[in-house]
T-cell receptor, first 114, second 110 residues
């Protein structure tokens, strides 16, 4: 069974730039959720994708956007980067038909904005 | 928005000691998960509880869900250095999109 994989693992950007983070879901999982984890904090929900559509969104501005592809993989795009966007971005996959709230996380993408 | 408060925020203990971590909310949850996260890695699922009063054991870890499904505790018996990490609780309502607490950072010294 293939777990959740994320890329890149680390990246550095400057203010105003744009970034794309990628995630491959665990085999058998059809739902992808993205979380932002700032240093010393718990993960904050950004949005969830199911059947290639946004299925829920947290309190993040529109410059945070996403996509889900037919193979259930997903992208997180952030435009006009700000210093406060520096964080660990976590992707988690799950099965929509198994409604338990259980999430299976990748190792994350560490974004630093200078 | 469902808010989850975890306590204590930090815990530093010696190997062999027992400890309890708490997760509290004013909201009722359909399910609650506990995760452990090590530095530079994503959270790893430890357990899911769904029934009020439910107790689950995972080796030296005991998880309890409150009767009203608003709170939970994690008890570790005879802690070992390998237990070191950030312990996160996450609760879900009807949408089953989890909200996470801030976490309890545990360090177990040999």
């Amino acid at each position: 069974e293939t777990g959740v994989t994320q890329s890149p693992t680390h990246l550095i950007k400057t203010r105003g730039q744009q970034v794309t983070l990628r995630c491959s879901s665990q085999s058998g999982h059809n739902t992808v959720s993205w979380y932002q984890q700032a240093l010393g904090q718990g993960p904050q929900f950004i949005f969830q994708y199911y059947r290639e559509e946004e299925n829920g969104r947290g309190n993040f501005p529109p410059r945070f956007s996403g996509l889900q592809f037919p193979n259930y993989s997903s992208e997180l795009n952030v435009n006009a980067l700000e210093l406060d966007d520096s964080a660990l971005y976590l992707c988690a996959s799950s099965r929509q038909d198994k409604n338990t709230g259980e999430l299976f996380f990748g190792e994350g993408s560490r974004l630093t904005v200078l | 928005t469902q808010l989850l408060e975890q306590s204590p925020q930090f815990l530093s203990i010696q190997e062999g000691e027992n400890l309890t971590v708490y997760c509290n909310s004013s909201s009722v949850f359909s399910s609650l998960q506990w995760y452990r996260q090590e530095p530079g890695e994503g959270p790893v699922l430890l357990v899911t509880v769904v029934t009020g009063g439910e107790v689950k054991k995972l080796k030296r870890l005991t998880f309890q869900f409150g009767d009203a499904r608003k709170d939970s505790s994690l008890h570790i018996t005879a802690a070992q250095p390998g237990d070191t990490g950030l312990y996160l609780c996450a609760g879900s309502g009807g949408s089953y999109i989890p909200t996470f607490g801030r976490g309890t950072s545990l360090i177990v010294h040999p």
